[in-house]
């Protein structure tokens, strides 16, 4: 049992990585890691986007007529992804705005609409909201190392904390203004698939 | 499609009863959390006019309570003829220290919105901020950085014979051997010109708004 979990669960964190294996997801993940927080409470909000579509749509999943699934699921994503707006707007409004629109995309996610349609709709309820909410944290973890990264050298910050001390800074350190910027973001993203692939073994073409 | 053996309900049916479930769902947050937010918002537009006014400075990490407590303190709302708002800051001793008020125009790629704060006399500028725009990143944006929107500290908005001038943003660097650069514009973002054309007409736009109320401050000091 718990080996069939682990099956469902640990594959989306590492060899089968949303961001570096499936290059899915990426335009969020270029635009909100500017920073860590944000980067942060955004992978919160996708996992619980992921985890509550994949398990309401695996719930609904016997009654759903055939034409009409694209438009069910997209509907239960778009209404999650509401509540999730909302409720940021309403307890973190800071990062909300920091997140603007990009709460809104995560409809536009493809790890969202691709793990409900590809596990959700014929597994357990169970096993779905698992692998969704795995798939969230696969994506979130990603998002969380470059927002650290691009603070750390695009600010000399972690988490808002000082972090490079001022001495640095007077020997003659600068703060990498482009990490700031959307080539940063690419260039260390680009860094990580390929870390990442070749830690984990991934060969392209392979299932 | 109509009901069948393996589909037992049919796809009207079936969307309708799902969007009605997940309307209630967001509907019934939307209405639970609207307080919470309006809150928010309205947390936010204090903390922008006691930034403009000086009673507070931009990173200062202020939570609710603080912010609700100075703006009840130090802050008079008042309303002019035609419905114009205006926000006096009052020091400790009851005296205003600053005249603020908002400023809301058109810049390059949408609306631009901020508060100008002048001091007690009315014709020098304490700070302006620029709260809401949605000017190019790294150039039109940079209205809402303190590295530039510092320089309006002092500038002047009238001249000898107390006529109105407002502020002009620059094409360029101000002249500093110009007397009336020095006291009546501000450097220009460099290739940001239309949102700094936006910016001085934003500002002569609100201030000539209120050009009355300010009238009746100057002749008064």
Not at chain 2, 142 to 150: G, L, M
Request: charged share 20%.
């Amino acid at each position: 049992m718990a080996k069939e979990l682990a099956k469902v669960a640990l594959p989306p964190l590492w060899k089968r990585n949303p961001i570096t294996v499936q290059i899915l997801g990426v335009c969020s993940a270029l635009a909100v890691t500017v920073e860590l927080r944000p980067a942060l409470v955004m992978g919160m909000a996708v996992v619980f986007v992921m985890g509550g579509t994949n398990l309401a749509v695996s719930l609904l999943r016997h009654w759903i007529p055939r034409r009409i699934r694209i438009l069910i699921m997209l509907a239960v994503v778009a209404s999650m992804v509401i509540v999730v707006d909302q409720v940021l707007r309403a307890f973190m409004w800071e990062v909300s705005k920091q997140l603007s629109i990009f709460v809104g995309l995560i409809i536009t996610n493809c790890i969202v609409l691709g793990r409900a349609e590809g596990f959700a709709l014929s597994n357990p309820p169970g096993r779905s909201l698992l692998d969704g909410a795995a798939s969230g944290f696969g994506y979130a973890w990603i998002l969380v190392l470059v927002g650290a990264w691009r603070e750390l050298l695009g600010s000399g910050r972690i988490g808002g904390k000082e972090i490079v001390p001022i001495w640095l800074y007077d020997a003659g350190y600068v703060n990498n203004g482009i990490m700031v910027l959307a080539p940063g973001a690419f260039f260390l993203l680009g860094v990580l698939v390929w870390v990442q692939r070749s830690l984990s073994g991934y060969r392209e073409g392979e299932p | 499609m109509a009901p069948s053996k393996r589909e037992p309900l049919g796809s009207f049916a079936f969307a309708a009863m799902v969007a009605a479930v997940l309307g209630l769902l967001v509907s019934a947050t939307a209405n639970l959390l609207a307080p919470r937010i309006a809150t928010n918002k309205e947390i936010e537009r204090k903390k922008h006019v006691l930034i403009t006014t000086k009673l507070l400075e931009p990173e200062a990490r202020a939570g609710n309570a603080t912010i609700e407590r100075l703006y009840a303190k130090h802050i008079t709302e008042k309303e002019l003829d035609g419905a114009l708002p205006l926000f006096l800051a009052l020091d400790d001793e009851g005296r205003t220290s600053a005249i603020c008020i908002p400023l809301a125009g058109i810049g390059l790629w949408g609306p631009i919105r901020g508060y100008l704060a002048l001091d007690a006399g009315g014709r020098r500028v304490l700070r302006i901020t620029f709260y809401e725009h949605n000017e190019t990143p790294g150039l039109g944006a940079a209205i809402s950085e303190q590295r530039w929107s510092r320089q309006w500290g002092g500038k002047s908005i009238v001249d000898q014979e107390n006529q109105l001038t407002s502020i002009v943003v620059m094409k360029g660097k101000v002249d500093p051997l110009d007397a009336w650069q020095a006291s009546h514009a501000v450097d220009g973002i460099s290739g940001a010109t239309i949102t700094g054309n936006a910016v001085t007409r934003i500002v002569r736009t609100g201030l000539e708004t209120y050009q009355s109320y300010l009238e009746g401050i100057w002749q008064k000091n």
